[in-house]
């Protein structure tokens, strides 16, 4: 195939490959928490470690999986997280104290799911001169396919065959299934690290605009944003199932609305990463956190199923663009040879949002009996998240204004 043509197989299997393994760690455990209470008498806190225990894993390994993946073959990374991944989870279906689920999940993440995400990313970015953002958003609707259906199947399974034998179940498929996308991956036949042809403007190299924010400052600046916009986030992902269970719903209906919701987060990935490309990265990423902080504390004055789904399909289409807005930002603002150290130092601050706001979530709750705080707390951080992207945005518009002045 030609490589116009193949950068699309690469998108595809990307997708799917974190549908699969991001959907498992980032909150395939919310609908764990009234199984394990049930067998063990675990309480939510201890269970939503669990799940933390998989994020800051990810967190930690994304930094150094970031700086290999920029020196490695991309293909020998990917089988590797993806081998490590599947092997983890056949373990944890075989676990019976919380000590080995945590430690489980962390290796999961550190040496699995950070193997895959970084790596994926980047090269993705890589493959498109122009017209990233839509590519970028393709693939990371697959981690909000998998963040939907993984819930919902595991449900499903859990009612079926019970916890460990639905875990047992996803270590095999994964196995099976990243191993053989894991061979589809591999580099474009060429990185440019110098100028996009015709251009004139020594700061565009491979598409980025390099001179605007140094790439440990934006690393910094916008990990800081993301670990806000994440803790923000992970609280719906992770506490709307028991949310609604609490309601008196059941557990395969509140797993049906979280897929509803991320099955649209699908869409509007798509199509923030399209937005991104038509008025800029960076003022995406602070329409879509707007459009999550607004919405954040109304999942509490549902409490209907109807009403759930309804409000799924509107919160689920507009917080879809915060994680692409994300990367779209750190595409645009590095060139290919940093790209996945960057990524990584980024994601570092995301994931370990994603758990410090999944664990909160589960304190909170154990400390006041409901969700009122938890939901609170999400949107506060979701407000400090929106004055750092907005910071950044006049930062590099006056100093590309700055810039262009001075030529």
Known sequence: MSELSYRWVIV??????????????????????????????????????????????????????????????????????????????LGASQADVLWQFYLLFFIAGFLG????????????????????????????????????GMPYVLALLIGALGWRDALMSVGITMLVLLISLAMLIKQPPKISTGLDAGSTDNSLIDGADTTLIPPNTLAVWLGSAAILCCICMSVPLMHLVPLMQDRGLSLEDAGSVLLVMLTVAIVGRVVFGKLADMIGAIRTYWIASCWQTVLVFFFLQVDTLQGYYIFAIIYGFGYAGVMTGILISARVLTSASKRASVLGIVLFFAYLGHGIGGYQGGYFFDLTGNYTLTYANAAMAGILNLILVGALYFTTNRRRATLAFAS
Do not use: H, Y
């Open 12 to 89: 595809s299997a990307s997708a799917l490959m974190l549908a699969l393994s991001m959907g498992m760690i980032v909150n395939g455990t919310s609908v764990f928490f009234t199984p394990l209470f049930e067998e063990f008498g675990w309480q939510r806190g201890a269970v939503s470690l669990i799940n933390t225990s998989g994020l800051v894993g990810l967190a930690i390994g994304g930094i150094f999986m970031g700086r290999i993946a920029d020196k490695a073959p991309i293909r020998w990374v990917v089988l590797f997280g993806a081998t490590v991944i599947g092997l983890c989870m």
């Open 113 to 148: 799911a950070s193997a895959l995400f970084v790596p994926l990313i980047a090269n993705v970015g890589n493959w498109f001169k122009t017209g990233a953002g839509l590519a970028l958003g393709i693939a990371s609707a697959g981690q909000a396919l998998g963040q939907g």
